[in-house]
């Protein structure tokens, strides 16, 4: 019977939006609907809230949190949440509905995939952990029902329900673990302990069920498992698939390693070694077709294929898959972890029979009629449903994905004729290009050898030829418009001279160096002559008085500026010009500015008292002190007896002192 005929929810609208059409999947926390936005006519997925639990606070604030810490993300490999809300007593979460099916139903059909498969689900799958992670989130509940295939090949990891931020005291204090055995980290069962690398431990599982076609801890019981988990390092996948790489063995250690010290930090670090695994691959290795393996016994039966939501099934005995709340014991030291009765898991319900019992009299008799056209029917379906999950298999590891044939340099012709040959589509772009001649492939975009999606679109840039911008015309523009016009034209503003000249006003652009009107490369660089105006002849006003000089300047037309400091001066007597910036002779533009120096007059300095020396003496010391000397001889001697000026006088450097002997 169609369950979705049982659900009273089906055919209702919620909270005056939310058209609810159909059941598809069952969780532990809530119910999935199919549904329609009314307002934005949109179909998605209405995740309501078990009545039962919606009466607990507790488990309404894990539900509303789901919605507050997904929204968040925003990431293209993370389910979106688009909504919460409450109606009456439903409480619900309006989120992205893919169509696709689940990474179980893969591993279910396939077993194991190749290593290129294995590690391009593994990918999307650590992006959108990394995102969570760096958002301070964790999901711990990572395992393959989580894992969701569109039917365009998308990957999206679903089901944050179970998400906490890392801020609040993640150290699980009612000695509860909420989570899958087959994926939960060792000291999330031993300690409570949650973090970034628990939902990396889970991960490493994940590679190593994907690689191998099974988990890398089995047991009859959960119990079992739990124990193996606590006891037991994961063995290395090659064990399971001869000819896997060594790299794939470590990656996988690395990530599920019993000690998290010695795991990945967290999803962005693991990623970033998946990286490193993948380039250290040969395309033998990546291509590697493991052996056909049975899948797991325990492995849960109750994805649906094209929703990628679990349906409407209440599980199996012995399931360990279930999402589940596990009592944590509180052991001694000394104390055998086999002792794992005291992990208490939820009853498992009853097995669900085979078919219907068989009845006694005429009414079991018209059932056993009834009873070959029903298996011939649940094989049919099943069949189908195999055929619909092994396409999306294949389109996953093998038919999804081609390579971008090298084009480059070809003609644009050429360069989508062996695209076109290769199953992918053509957009053809131009652009410009200094090396690359007209009418052939610049680039294409993914770039050559990339590992695309069949049908993929690839778009072709073709040259132009050499791209060439005119020189803008400038003259008689102000410096800063040219350079701007110049930069406007996708050139390169170049050193800038002046020039004197009566045709240009001062300030304005005469020329540009390529000419106006050249055709130019982008990013050329054109150089810029700046007028200074008509030339002016500073005229020669050093010795003069400032009034004089002042007036001398202003009537050539240039600007006086006097300078701050007087100077002593040979050739210009005290008060007088000592200096001028520019001098005379040069030429200056109208306006331009010339700096006056006003004199001190001479310097002077001590003469030195030479009477009482020799002749010779005096005109050594004179001499030194940068005086001249001129004798004068009264009587017959070599003795000074007098000079002029007197010793201890001051004089110019060079003035001539007399001096007298006898």
Known sequence: MDTTLQDPLVGQTLDGRYRVEARIAVGGMATVYRAVDT??????????????????AGFVDRFIREAKAVARLAHPNVVGVYDQGTDGTFVYLAMEYIAGCTLRDVLRERGALQPRAALDILEPVLAALGAAHRAGLIHRDVKPENVLIGDDGRVKVVDFGLVRAVDTNTSVTTGSVLGTVSYLAPEQIEHGTID??????????????????????????????????????????????????????????????????????????????????RQALSQEQLDLVPPRAVPDAQEPQDAVPGTGWLKDSQGAPGDEEQTSVISRPVLPAEEE???????????????????????????????????????????????????????????????????V??????????????????????????????????????????????????????????SKGPQEVHVPDVTGKTLAVAQEQIKGAALTPGTVTQEFTEDVPKGAVISTDP???????????????????????????????VADAQQALQDAGLTVVLAPDKVFSDVADKD?????????????????????????????????????????????????????????????????????????????????ITVWVR
């Open 515 to 545: 000419p106006a009107g050249t055709k130019r490369s982008p990013d050329a660089v054109v150089s810029i002559v700046v007028s200074k105006g008509a030339p002016v002849d500073v005229p020669d006003v050093v010795g003069d008085s």
């Open 196 to 277: 970034q690398r628990t939902d990396v431990y889970a991960c490493g599982v994940l590679l190593y069920e994907m690689l191998t076609g099974g988990k890398p801890h089995t047991g009859g019981t959960p119990m079992q498992v739990i124990f193996h988990v606590l006891n037991e390092d994961i063995v290395a996948p090659s064990e399971a698939v001869p000819g896997l790489a060594p790299v794939l063995d470590a990656l996988v250690g690395r990530a599920a390693a019993r000690d998290p010290q010695l795991r990945p930090a967290d999803a962005v670090e693991l990623l970033a070694q998946l990286h490193t695994t």
């Open 576 to 656: 007088k010009v000592a200096l001028q910036t520019p001098g005379k002779g040069t030429q200056a533009g109208a306006g331009d500015t010339v700096t006056i120096t006003i004199s001190k007059g001479q310097q002077l300095f001590d003469v030195p008292d030479v009477k009482g020396r020799s002749a010779g003496d005096a005109k050594q010391i004179l001499k030194s002190a940068g005086f001249d000397i001129r004798l004068m001889h009264a009587f017959f001697g070599d003795t000074v007896f007098s000079q002029s000026p007197e010793g201890g006088q001051q004089a110019p450097r060079g003035a001539t």
């Open 39 to 56: 307002r934005l006519d949109r179909v998605l997925a209405l995740k309501v809230m078990h009545p039962g639990l919606a009466a607990d």
């Open 405 to 462: 044939p090298a084009v480059l340099a070809l003609s644009q012709a050429d360069a989508q004729q062996k695209l076109d040959h290769a199953g992918l589509h053509t957009k053809v772009t131009t652009g410009f290009s200094l090396t690359v001649p007209r009418g052939q492939v610049i680039s294409t975009d993914p770039g050559p050898g990339r590992r695309v999606r069949s049908n993929a679109e690839v778009t072709l840039t073709v």
């Open 337 to 403: 972890l086999n002792r794992t009765s005291v992990l208490q898991l939820p009853p498992p319900l009853p097995p669900v029979p085979a078919g219907p019992p068989g009845p006694s009299g005429p009414a079991g008799h018209r059932t056993a009629r009834r009873g070959p056209r029903r298996g011939v029917l649940a094989v049919i379906v099943a069949a189908l449903l195999i055929l619909g999950v092994g396409a999306g298999v294949w389109y996953i590891s093998d038919g999804q994905f081609t390579k």
